[in-house]
């Protein structure tokens, strides 16, 4: 039976063999892709709104939660791809330009969100 020493884990943790980061902008990013989902999915379900990314409309159509099964798989992919390349200058700006991009998207859902509860039939009254 083989044993691992604590010097063996240090080094293939530095020599990247087990080496995995997660930055905040990449938790930030996964965490705003799902509520993006989650808002996307809430207005098809009202049918306030419909989906104008013709692959999500067909993942739609299958089912909604096959929706959002692909659309956390498409960018966690995505995310992990971008993560493993981390040392790449093009890979960090990437992932915060996604989190950046995913918080506007939050931010123009929770517009939307507020104007349907001002103006919902029968809202104030």
Not at 4 to 10: A, G, S
Not at 86 to 114: E, K, N, P, Q
């Amino acid at each position: 039976m083989a044993t691992t020493t604590m010097e063996q884990v240090r080094g293939a943790v530095r020599g990247g063999m087990a080496s995995f980061y997660a930055s905040p902008a990449s938790v930030a990013l996964l965490m705003l892709n799902l509520m993006d989902g989650l808002f996307t999915l809430l207005f098809l379900q009202l049918g306030v709104a419909e989906e104008l990314n013709p692959l999500m409309r067909l993942a739609y159509e299958q089912s909604p939660l096959f929706f959002m099964f692909a659309k956390l798989l498409i960018v966690n992919t995505g995310l992990w791809l971008l993560c493993l390349h981390r040392r790449l200058r093009a890979s960090r700006i990437a992932i915060r330009a996604g989190a950046v991009i995913y918080g506007i998207i939050v931010v123009y859902h929770l517009a939307f969100l507020t104007h349907l509860v001002m103006h919902w039939p029968g809202a104030l009254g």
